[in-house]
């Protein structure tokens, strides 16, 4: 319950529902792991509802949890390592948030920790998003390769490389890596065309980060005709109106304009 209500932005509820959940494990022995997974679960609603205080009082229950069961270099702990990185960087404590993010690394190196392949990948895709919310974004781009090699060598896991393509392109658009940001860009449009996602929001916003990667190159026309692409997918999924198809439309006015097309 706590999980749908959460998905639908109720935090609130969620957050009673999960101290249902806490309570009644609690009652019972040889629980801890659960308790401890719950707490991280209420961790994270108070982080969404911004009570900040609270939200590390939870993550620091679990933490003592996991590290009774499991010991100080288990993934479960760098789990929530990166918790705490993300909560301390939404509270601009940058300092904090960055050891924080060197504590699950250390764990992460570890052959021995306990984590398989994908749950290490999308440990370092995670820690590389706060690195680079603080502008460490040849730090994040470094994580992100990490990651992104251990995918590649899973099966069935297009679609969380072209996540983590996408994250690349990003991160290379914004160094002004233009050409790189196209192919990063370009290649998860390909994966994500070829798998469920051919008509998905996320298809749609990848494209329009393409062509703003076209646009830095000057190849105008091909950054309008991605436009267009990414403006029939969003308005097909989100409607005319929403945020992410109004971006879309914004930069396929400033081409159709670069082009004389007024």
């Known amino acids: 319950m706590a999980l749908i209500l959460s998905g639908k932005g109720d935090h609130e509820m969620a957050l009673e529902h999960l101290v249902l959940a806490n309570a009644a494990l609690r009652s019972h022995p040889g629980k801890d792991l659960d308790v401890a997974a719950v707490d991280c679960g209420i961790g994270d609603a108070y982080m969404s509802l911004l009570r900040f205080d609270e ?7 679990a933490l003592t949890l996991f590290k009774s069961v499991h010991g100080d270099s288990h993934t479960s702990v760098a789990s929530v390592y990166v918790n705490l990185a993300v909560l301390y960087m939404k509270m601009r404590k940058h300092k904090e948030s960055k050891s924080y993010c060197e504590n699950a690394l250390r764990i992460y190196g570890k052959p021995n920790a306990g ?16 690195f680079e919310s603080m502008n460490e ?38 160094l002004g890596r233009y050409e790189e940001a196209f192919m990063t860009f370009k290649s998860a449009v390909s994966k994500l065309r070829c798998g469920a996602e051919k008509r998905s929001p996320q298809l749609g916003i990848v494209l329009n980060q393409m062509g703003l990667a076209c646009v830095g190159l000057n190849e105008i026309w091909h950054a309008a ?38």
């Open 137 to 174: 974004r040849e730090q994040a781009l470094f994580l992100l390769q990490r990651s992104l090699d251990i995918l590649e060598a899973l099966p069935g896991q297009q679609s969380a490389v072209a996540g983590v393509e996408a994250q690349m392109g990003v991160l290379y658009y914004y």
């Open 225 to 262: 005709d991605t436009f267009e692409e990414s403006r029939r997918i969003l308005e097909d999924v989100y409607g005319p109106h929403h945020a992410e198809t109004l971006a879309v439309c914004s930069n396929l006015a400033g081409s159709y304009d670069a082009l004389g097309r007024y």
């Open 115 to 130: 984590h398989s392949p994908d749950e290490l990948a999308s440990g370092l895709t995670e820690i590389a998003s706060v």
């Open 55 to 61: 939200a590390i009082f939870s993550y620091q229950k």
